[in-house]
């Protein structure tokens, strides 16, 4: 601990206490081979290391639940210190952030992205396999599967035929960690999903990086998608934290012999014909077409805010769609106003307004058409000087300008938007105003144009 190269201790930065959550679930997994071999002393002052997530009540009350779990776990395992009561708070917490048909929240505000899969799900199905894990979790782990199980059943039908997870959500730059939940599904022995279905869409995802570029001419993760994408980060995001993306590859950690390896392979949804589909907890309609391989949502529940809370649209959550083909915009203008995938009321200003956070009127399907509505109240912002880069959408003065109803009507790759303008507010002049609907945004190394011509 007193090297200069020592590790960044848990009291000292928080990400040291994500990072600790690994190094304990590894120590466990690979126990014969490094922690039964190492020296006393240095057990010791690995346990003096992990020692300080015991009464920790700093950790965030999301994903970061289980990183104190987890650590504790082993803390137990090896004698060092623990607290049985962290470890029952954690598991509350974990219940109170369950929603629908096996889908969690990652924080209590709407926060519905791939930290559902390559954290809420993955490690409740490692830590039961840690020394004492199981006993720890007692008659949980039914549950916990049963969870796992119905979500999975969402989850595969959102890949696309390319391998593409959604671009939706943050820390995107972890790339193929996408692919852990259905290792986990694996591990877990889920009944809903064969092992051959698991096992090549865990396949899918990590091919489509391997044949774009990833990693790098350096054999780097770089922070990005394909490429270095700097803006697709968060403010907590450093140059290694897209090695995350090896949740992706939990699965080699199964013996040769272990049957996912001779299972039949089976297609993705979207390989085998058209989906659509609801998903009720983030409030999106799901249509994914064969012919081109993309899976799109239409979104109106999901915005990394509270609900009710006036503040920007995250253009990594509360845009209206997402899909596997076309990433949201991600400069700074992309965070003050919103313009592809959104509805907004653009003053004479130029300002367009935010939909955060909407109220969901509701998703379902109908015959072959998909629904999903929302209504919000619509309002500009002027940023405050100094903004959180967590995820969330900006904040700062806001102005009302009226109440927005949309409902996106989605059938094969088409989507009807309609939007009404329910009411606006008092002084608001609507002759000042109109109404700005974005479509997809395109992606490319230069601008795409067209010639136009005079009739």
């Known amino acids: 601990p007193a090297a200069p190269d020592r590790w960044v201790r848990l009291d000292e930065h928080p990400q040291a206490k994500v990072e600790a959550a690994s190094l304990a679930l590894i120590l466990d997994m690979t126990r014969p081979w490094i922690w039964d071999r190492l020296d006393a002393l240095t057990r010791q002052r690995v346990i003096d290391y992990f020692s300080p997530v015991v009464g920790d009540t700093t950790y965030p009350k999301t994903n970061w639940l289980w990183f104190r779990i987890v650590v504790q776990t082993f803390l137990r395992s090896v004698g060092g210190p623990w607290s049985a009561q962290d470890i029952a708070d954690d598991l509350d917490l974990h219940d109170a952030l369950v929603r629908e048909d096996g889908w969690l929240s990652d924080g209590f505000e709407r926060s519905y992205d791939h930290y559902i899969g390559w954290a809420l799900h993955l490690y409740p199905v490692l830590w039961v396999r840690m020394q004492g894990g199981a006993e720890l979790a007692g008659d949980r782990t039914t549950t916990d599967v049963a969870a796992l199980d119905r979500f999975l059943r969402d ?125 009720a907890a983030p409030g999106w309609v799901v249509s994914a077409t064969q012919s081109d391989g993309i899976v799109r949502i239409a979104n109106h529940g999901a915005d990394h805010a509270l609900e009710g809370a006036l503040v920007g649209d995250s253009p990594i959550y509360a845009r209206i769609g997402y899909s596997t083909a076309a990433a949201p915009l991600a400069n700074g203008q992309a965070w003050r106003e919103p313009l592809e995938q959104s509805v907004a009321l653009v003053d004479a200003e130029g300002r367009a307004t935010h939909r955060a956070a909407m109220t969901l009127l509701g998703t379902r399907v109908d015959d072959e058409v998909a629904i999903a509505s929302s209504t919000s109240t619509a309002h500009w912002i002027d940023p405050a000087h100094a903004q959180v880069r967590h995820g969330s959408g900006i904040t700062g003065e806001v102005v009302l300008a009226g109440s927005v109803t949309v409902h996106s009507l989605v059938r094969g790759p088409w989507e009807m938007r309609l939007s009404a303008i329910d009411a606006l507010e008092s002084g608001i002049d609507p002759a000042g105003l109109r109404l700005r609907i974005g479509g997809w945004a395109l992606a490319g190394a230069e601008a795409p144009c067209s010639a136009v011509t005079d009739d």
Do not use: T
């Open 155 to 279: 989850a595969v039908a959102l890949v696309g035929a390319d391998g593409s997870p959604l671009l939706q959500g943050r820390s995107l730059i972890y790339r193929f960690a996408a692919a852990a939940p259905f290792w986990a599904g694996v591990i877990a022995g889920v009944p809903s999903s064969s092992p051959g279905l698991l096992r090549h869409a865990a396949d899918r995802v990590v091919r489509h990086f391997v044949d774009n570029g990833v990693p790098d001419a350096d054999d780097l993760l770089s922070m990005g998608w394909h490429g270095e994408w700097r803006k697709l980060a968060q403010s907590y995001s450093g140059s290694g934290s897209p090695y995350w993306a090896v949740k992706g590859l939990v699965g080699i950690s199964l013996p040769a012999d272990h049957p996912v390896w001779a299972a039949p392979s089976e297609p993705l949804p979207v390989e085998s014909g058209d989906v659509l589909a609801r998903i």
